[in-house]
């Protein structure tokens, strides 16, 4: 008797009513929190015709916070890939002491605010620090200067590509690298004819991923910045900028370059997913 009440409650279809409920309450929490907010913003940009939008974004400042964007982020990809690589095919394919400690390292951008990331990088870097005589005396500026924004993004996306590789990886074993191995393969053969194939995907996946968090860093680049037009401004600074002057159509109209961005890598993190699962 209990095993046939069982299998009629495994087996029982979910109310209509609940399906078209839950449905339309995703629908509108998601029209709400996303699509209403960027109808916003376009619409806000737009207000004042083309000729203003425009001019907003071809504004000196703009352009400079746009290169100085997408600079910091080819970096934080470019060095996050190689770290990602490495860190995930040590942890996976070899045996070594302290491999937790090094996962849970992996993991503290997470759970560290990224206001507190820009005030660690001030107080190592800045005047205040016991290497400061060394950077002064060759002329290297981190704090409010360039290489401190492309750290802070660093620090801030560094865990998206390696923990998209690490459970592939896992999943994956060490069969194959050492049936290579054994047969006299060398490493890097091994790692482009074998390893990589299995995770190109994911790898696209982070690589993504850390490029969208890179674009859209706020916290540690405001802390290290200086927040110097033309110089350490990054897009999401330049907003800050633009609505504390009260210049709320050019900020939107900033803003508008992000949601542009983001929503070309929405399209190609699609693209990478809907690849990735037809090539399984």
């Given at each position: 008797?209990?095993?046939?009440?069982?299998?009629?409650?495994?087996?029982?279809?979910?109310?209509?009513?609940?399906?078209?409920?839950?449905?339309?309450?995703s629908?509108?929490?998601?029209?709400?929190?996303?699509?209403?907010?960027?109808?916003?913003?376009?619409q806000?940009?737009l207000?004042?015709?083309?000729?203003?939008?425009?001019?907003?974004?071809?504004?000196?400042?703009?352009?400079?916070a746009?290169?100085l964007?997408?600079?910091?982020?080819?970096f934080?990809?470019v060095?996050?890939?190689?770290?990602?690589?490495?860190?995930?095919?040590?942890?996976?394919?070899?045996?070594?002491?302290g491999?937790?400690?090094?996962?849970?390292?992996?993991?503290?951008?997470?759970?560290?605010?990224?206001?507190?990331?820009?005030?660690?990088?001030?107080?190592?870097f800045?005047?205040?620090?016991?290497?400061?005589?060394?950077?002064?005396?060759?002329?290297?500026?981190?704090?409010?200067?360039?290489?401190?924004?492309?750290?802070?993004?660093?620090?801030?996306?560094?865990?998206?590509?390696?923990r998209?590789?690490?459970p592939?990886?896992?999943?994956?074993?060490?069969?194959?690298?050492?049936?290579?191995?054994?047969?006299?393969?060398?490493?890097?053969?091994?790692?482009?004819?074998?390893?990589?194939?299995?995770?190109?995907?994911a790898?696209?996946?982070?690589?993504?991923?850390?490029?969208?968090?890179?674009?859209?860093?706020?916290?540690?680049?405001?802390?290290?910045?200086?927040?110097?037009?033309?110089?350490?401004?990054?897009?999401?600074?330049?907003?800050?900028?633009?609505?504390?002057?009260?210049?709320?159509?050019?900020?939107?109209?900033?803003?508008?370059?992000?949601?542009i961005?983001?929503?070309?890598?929405?399209?190609?993190?699609?693209?990478?997913?809907?690849?990735?699962?037809?090539?399984?």
């Amino acid at each position: 008797m209990a095993k046939e009440t069982q299998s009629q409650t495994v087996g029982a279809k979910p109310s209509p009513v609940v399906k078209w409920l839950l449905i339309g309450l995703s629908v509108l929490f998601l029209f709400v929190m996303l699509v209403l907010p960027l109808i916003t913003v376009i619409q806000e940009a737009l207000r004042k015709g083309f000729a203003a939008y425009r001019e907003a974004i071809s504004d000196p400042d703009a352009f400079s916070a746009l290169n100085l964007t997408l600079e910091a982020t080819v970096f934080a990809v470019v060095i996050n890939t190689v770290f990602g690589l490495f860190a995930a095919w040590a942890v996976t394919k070899f045996r070594f002491h302290g491999k937790k400690l090094l996962v849970t390292l992996i993991d503290l951008p997470v759970t560290v605010s990224p206001i507190i990331a820009g005030l660690i990088y001030v107080l190592t870097f800045g005047r205040q620090s016991a290497i400061y005589p060394f950077l002064e005396e060759h002329d290297l500026r981190v704090v409010y200067a360039v290489p401190g924004i492309i750290l802070a993004t660093v620090f801030v996306t560094f865990p998206f590509i390696s923990r998209e590789l690490l459970p592939v990886l896992e999943a994956q074993g060490t069969d194959e690298e050492e049936a290579a191995a054994m047969m006299g393969a060398k490493g890097f053969t091994i790692f482009r004819k074998i390893t990589l194939p299995h995770i190109r995907w994911a790898l696209l996946y982070g690589i993504v991923l850390c490029t969208a968090r890179a674009m859209g860093e706020f916290g540690a680049v405001s802390v290290l910045s200086g927040h110097l037009r033309g110089q350490t401004v990054t897009l999401p600074l330049q907003v800050e900028i633009l609505f504390g002057d009260n210049k709320y159509m050019p900020a939107f109209a900033v803003s508008s370059i992000l949601v542009i961005l983001a929503v070309v890598i929405l399209i190609v993190r699609s693209i990478v997913e809907y690849i990735g699962k037809e090539k399984k």
